[in-house]
């Protein structure tokens, strides 16, 4: 739900509108790097095609996708890699690394590595300048795309001191038909869109996908009993229960960071208001109270904290109040509208959708810098749904085309999924 409509009713027929032209999901177009603004400030990097046998997963492929699209990486082409190399080929352990090649080709670091068996693959990363190896790991593990972004992760913690995020999740919604045809489908899919997989499946709107803290459950909303409701399922098993079915909205779900709440949006009393649900007990809590439309609650860091969208100055903008309940506060000034609040995991910076008549972005507020900053992250003019990796380093947001993901400086954007919406990141995974 990523615009808020004057009254409920307006809310309801949105959301059942919300797929005019209905279009399968799927990736298998091309999704195109955009670099806005040049790249100067990302450290180049050369990953080396890896030795050995991977079946047809190309483990230095993804590695170099994975480090590309962070924005904070220029990663050099395999076929660079490959002209560098020749006529031999590309290095695949440290020993056969000639670094003043490497030197010349001004890459700040190099990654080598082979696939040993069906369960071992080893890989070192290199600091070009010093001829120094800065990591050396043997990974017990069939070669796959899990594995190739656990070393993307490794390689972009070891640098930039941040925990990689490209071991992970998304969740979004696809529509599919015309109509009274239309099918909608709840999908998990890799982070960078790769081996999508079906939730669930409605012929009614799916919306609101939010995952919970340890990534084993999602929380949505469905209007597959005719009125909207608010679902937990379990990812494994497929179990799921209506955690709400309230008269009127039950809409826009968050877990709290503990996972023990859920915030939500609910007009059980009239106008919608921010309430927050004991999973345990299921007791409520009301957070706002007051004329007017909050709705889109998300948690802060610390579970102190809830931020959400409101009208109740007129138009729509980002409050906060206590997630006990109490007054809630104003946060955003800048523009006429500000919605769909998502706050990242040091608290520090809000991504919301701005805009104005026709044009909606997403921006980012950054309040760790004495005075707030803003800066546009998309181009518009129908962006919707910012939602944060949890290491706050990327976004992902839906657009017309469907889900893209952009680096929290805006400058590099990749187009994810195509005919897709309402995108969720998901936690770290707890394997690594």
């Known amino acids: 739900m990523s615009r808020i409509p004057r009254t409920i009713a307006a809310w309801v027929l949105a959301c059942l509108a919300a797929w005019p032209l209905a279009a399968a999901a799927q990736n298998d177009g091309p999704l195109k790097l955009d670099i806005v603004g040049g790249q100067a400030s990302a450290l180049p990097i050369a990953v080396a095609p890896f030795g050995g046998t991977a079946g047809g997963t190309d483990i230095a492929a993804i590695i170099r996708a994975d480090l590309d699209r962070s924005g904070q990486f220029r990663a050099m082409p395999e076929t660079a890699i490959r002209a560098i190399s020749a006529p031999a080929a590309p290095p695949t352990q440290g020993g056969e690394v000639q670094f003043p090649a490497w030197s010349a080709a001004k890459q700040d670091f190099l990654v080598?590595?082979?696939?040993?068996?069906?369960?071992?693959?080893?890989?070192?990363?290199?600091?070009?300048?010093?001829?120094?190896?800065?990591?050396?790991?043997?990974?017990?593990?069939?070669?796959?795309?899990?594995?190739?972004?656990?070393?993307?992760?490794?390689?972009?913690?070891?640098?930039?001191?941040?925990?990689?995020?490209?071991?992970?999740?998304?969740?979004?919604?696809?529509?599919?038909?015309?109509?009274?045809?239309?099918?909608?489908?709840?999908?998990?899919?890799?982070?960078?869109?790769?081996?999508?997989?079906?939730?669930?499946?409605?012929?009614?709107?799916?919306?609101?996908?939010?995952?919970?803290?340890?990534?084993?459950?999602l929380a949505y909303v469905s209007f597959e009993s005719g009125n909207s409701a608010i679902y937990v399922q379990n990812l494994s098993t497929g179990a799921r229960e209506a955690v709400t079915a309230f008269r009127g909205i039950n809409g826009a779900p968050s877990f709290s960071p503990d996972g023990r709440r859920l915030a939500m949006s609910l007009s059980k009393n009239g106008n919608p208001d921010i309430y927050v649900m004991d999973l345990g007990s299921r007791a409520l809590t009301r957070i706002t109270d007051q004329m007017g439309i909050d709705t889109e609650p998300t948690f802060s860091a610390d579970g102190s904290t809830i931020y959400f969208t409101s009208d109740r100055g007129g138009r729509p903008q980002i409050y906060q109040a206590p997630a006990s309940g109490g007054g809630a506060s104003r946060v955003t000034f800048q523009g006429s509208y500000n919605a769909s609040p998502t706050v990242s995991a040091d608290g520090k910076k809000i991504a919301v959708l701005q805009g104005a008549g026709n044009d909606y972005r997403v921006a980012l507020l950054d309040r760790s810098l004495g005075s707030p900053q803003w800066t546009k992250l998309s181009p518009g003019s129908q962006d919707e749904a910012p939602s944060f990796a949890p290491n706050g380093a990327m976004l992902l947001y839906a657009a017309r085309g469907g889900v893209f993901v952009v680096s929290a400086d805006g400058r590099v954007r990749q187009q994810l999924v195509q005919g897709a919406r309402e995108p969720a990141w998901g936690p770290f995974r707890q394997q690594r």
């Open 112 to 217: 080598v590595g082979r696939v040993v068996d069906a369960n071992r693959i080893e890989y070192e990363l290199f600091d070009v300048a010093k001829q120094q190896r800065l990591l050396g790991f043997a990974l017990s593990a069939p070669p796959s795309r899990d594995v190739a972004h656990q070393i993307a992760d490794a390689i972009y913690e070891k640098i930039l001191g941040v925990r990689g995020a490209f071991w992970t999740r998304m969740a979004y919604v696809t529509a599919s038909g015309l109509g009274r045809n239309t099918s909608y489908t709840l999908v998990v899919a890799d982070s960078d869109g790769a081996n999508p997989n079906t939730v669930v499946r409605s012929n009614q709107p799916l919306l609101s996908p939010a995952w919970s803290p340890d990534g084993s459950k």
